[in-house]
């Protein structure tokens, strides 16, 4: 049966910066349909304000309404399909989701708070790395010696859970499959090698750099102190106090 348009239809469609949800209105001749942007409420620290576009009206053709229609049903299907996915998933099962150009996380299928919706449902809880990461996500060490592990690795190191929508998961039926399997690949070396002697003592005189540096930021002095003569040798006795240590090596 061919879907048609009918008045109080709602469909959405993009105004300006906002997805928002519009209502059919009338009829408007031949393909034309007057159509109006449906109040969604949005709550600011507990206060209640209109939707932003609420009222403005614009005329769609049948196409359009019946295109934006068929997509929500879709996209509702989906998702229908990825809640069923989880809930079936058994605890413990191992589950690739894909941060998108064959990089995947290795995951383990565990019980957890949905912070969402604050319930308690099957969650992801990263384990590895796989495939195709560039280096600038795997941890890395600067020169003062501080450790970046960058996102998903630091995921991993706190059991952080998450819920990606199942979409982006290798083992969902309806993941657009590539030639690359996660499943078969070796996870990515997440650790560091220890810090030569040379290193180490480069990393110790560039932190008292960065803490002489944020002492010395003339955007920390307030106004009486610029403006006292005894600022300087107070800083200065400061910075003495910080390299004392090294010089005395």
């Not at 409420?41 to 206060?47: A, E, T």
């Amino acid at each position: 049966m061919t879907a048609k348009v009918k008045a109080g239809m709602q469909f959405r469609a993009v105004i300006a910066d906002a997805n928002a949800l519009w209502k059919v209105v009338s009829h408007q001749g031949r393909q034309s349909w007057l159509c109006e942007v449906v109040n969604e409420p949005i709550v600011i620290d507990g206060k209640t304000y209109p939707g932003e576009y609420t009222g403005q009206q614009k005329a769609f053709l049948a196409s359009e309404i019946l295109r934006s229609v068929a997509w929500e049903t879709t996209i509702g299907n989906l998702i229908d399909q990825g809640e069923q996915w989880y809930k079936n998933l058994p605890l413990g099962t191992t589950v690739h989701y894909h941060n998108g150009f064959d990089a995947f996380v290795r995951c383990e299928v565990v019980t957890g708070t949905d912070q969402s919706d604050n319930q308690i449902k099957n969650m992801l809880k990263p384990i590895a790395l796989v495939g195709n990461w560039s280096q600038y996500d795997l941890p890395s060490r600067s020169y003062d010696g501080k450790i970046h592990l960058g996102y998903h690795a630091k995921q991993i190191s706190e059991h952080t859970l998450f819920r990606p929508n199942a979409s982006n998961c290798y083992e969902f039926s309806g993941f657009l499959k590539k030639k690359i399997d996660p499943r078969t690949l070796t996870p990515v070396a997440l650790g560091l090698p220890s810090m030569t002697a040379e290193e180490s003592k480069a990393a110790e005189l560039w932190q008292i750099i960065e803490n002489i540096h944020d002492l010395t930021d003339s955007q920390n002095f307030r106004d009486e102190d610029l403006k006292s003569p005894e600022t300087p040798m107070k800083y200065l006795q400061q910075i003495a106090e910080l390299t004392k240590d090294y010089r005395r090596r």
